[in-house]
């Protein structure tokens, strides 16, 4: 909803400051000029990028019109799961967390939150490092920089589409030129002929460098710099659960160690002391 409210306002502003400075509305729809900018964006963009990057990128897009996967709630589920993961750990040691690792969707602590449940991304991270807890083989110190290791390469990972689209906002202005000088080309061809004509080819050329500059910064950019933000998002939730794992490895009770995860959080979406308290205690009740 906020992408098509935001677009709409960049086309209302342009369409009524146009047309409240006498503009003619119909001289800027130009179909042609913005194949030639549209085409040849899309072409450069499967050129630069693997496949993988292009799925990716275009798997991506959705995520526009859905807006931020993590919420506050989706966090104080997550420290509520790891909270009583952990509990159970400590009560009954750690080994008794193998069904629920093994078999996630049977487990009753993972049932219990189905919003994280539904996350194969966060809950493949929290698995492997509760086996790795399991197996015992590794101290705090290890699991730290295997952990770190693994974020970066995923937040790498998850910057790449916003990358891909930026590296298309930065070529668009340049196929608007394109577009542009084509038109002119065109315009050339036209000299001797009726001034009207003439006029309408100047005009067309000139729309592509508009669609080109539009493009860039009103539409695709944005929409970079957006994918990025819902990926540096994705990733501090990754990192909450791996300060609240360091925590539990390094002695600290569930209670202390979901507050060190808490802790890590953007002031928007952490949860209050005793409002996540009230939150863990709901889920146990």
């Known amino acids: 909803m906020k992408l098509i409210i935001g677009f709409a306002i960049v086309i209302g502003s342009i369409v009524t400051g146009y047309i409240m400075s006498h503009g003619n509305l ?3 729809l130009q179909p042609f000029e913005l194949l030639i900018i549209g085409g040849s964006a899309f072409g450069a963009f499967v050129v630069s990028n693997p496949g993988p990057v292009i799925k990716k990128t275009l798997a991506s897009l959705p995520r526009l019109l859905k807006g931020p996967k993590y919420t506050k709630a989706a966090y104080m589920d997550l420290l509520a799961l790891l909270f009583d ?18 078999d996630v969707h049977q487990s009753p602590l993972f049932q219990a939150y189905p919003r994280i449940l539904a996350d194969h991304h966060v809950v493949d991270f929290i698995v ?11 101290n705090p110190m290890e699991l730290e920089a295997l952990m770190d290791v ?10 790449l ?19 542009a000088v084509l038109g002119v ?23 592509g460098t508009f669609l080109g500059i539009l493009l860039a910064y009103g539409f695709v950019g944005p929409m970079g710099v ?12 990754f990192q909450c659960i791996k300060v ?27 949860p209050g002391f005793l409002e996540l308290e009230d939150h863990v205690k709901k889920r146990k009740s």
């Not at 315009?187 to 729309?207: D, F, K, Q, R």
């Not at 957006?226 to 939730?237: N, Q």
């Open 185 to 207: 080309v065109i315009t050339m061809g036209s000299l001797g002929g009726p001034v009207t004509e003439i006029g309408a080819h100047v005009a067309a050329a000139l729309v």
């Open 226 to 237: 957006y994918l990025k933000h819902l990926a540096d998002a994705e990733s501090k939730f």
């Open 161 to 179: 589409p916003a990358s891909a689209l930026t590296q298309v906002s930065d070529g668009l202005p340049g196929f608007g030129i394109v577009a």
């Open 85 to 102: 993961l952990f509990s159970k750990s400590r009560k009954d040691g750690i080994m008794s967390l193998e069904r629920d690792i093994d």
């Open 150 to 159: 693994e974020l970066e390469t995923h937040h790498h990972e998850s910057e």
């Open 128 to 138: 492997d490092y509760l086996r790795l807890m399991v197996s015992g083989s590794m």
């Open 26 to 28: 119909m001289a800027i």
């Open 244 to 270: 609240t794992f360091l925590a539990t490895l390094n002695g600290y009770s569930p209670q202390v160690a979901v507050e060190f995860g808490r802790k890590t959080l953007f002031s928007s979406d952490r």
